[in-house]
């Protein structure tokens, strides 16, 4: 079992900053993908960015290629989502994810993809 716990969201002015920490508590192994995902009201959760624990490897979504960094601190069991030039359009619930799929990052862009999730932190962008 993995239990993940999400923190950092709070509202921000468009074009400010935020970064979002997800902490890993369980059992945690080399070739899991820790994944974050985002929720906007009325619309379904999508992929943003994700990173392997042991290689960090990432992949991201084009909408927040360029603006969005993850990264991950294996000794804290703890994945960051570094986030800048924020819009309105970012305005969501973020959630942390964990995927025990071994598969290459490309594969691993859906919600059904992962296994444990977080709670989720909200993310408000005002214009």
């Known amino acids: 079992q993995v239990q993940l716990v999400e923190s950092g969201g709070g509202l921000v002015q468009a074009g400010g900053s935020l970064r979002l920490s997800c902490a890993a508590s369980?059992?945690?192994?080399?070739?899991?993908?820790m994944g974050w995902f985002r929720q906007a009201p009325g619309k379904e959760r999508e992929f943003v960015m994700s990173?392997?624990?042991?290689?960090?490897?990432?992949n991201y979504a084009d909408s927040v290629k360029g603006r969005f960094t993850i990264s991950r601190e294996n000794i804290k069991d703890t994945v960051y989502l570094q986030m800048a030039s924020l819009t309105p359009e970012d305005t969501a619930v973020y959630y942390c994810a964990a995927s025990t799929r071994v598969a290459a990052l490309v594969l691993l862009t859906t919600p059904s993809d992962y296994t444990y999730w977080g709670q989720g932190t909200q993310v408000t962008v005002s214009s």
């Open positions: 369980g059992r945690t192994f080399n070739w899991y993908t």
């Open positions: 990173i392997k624990w042991g290689s960090a490897t990432t």
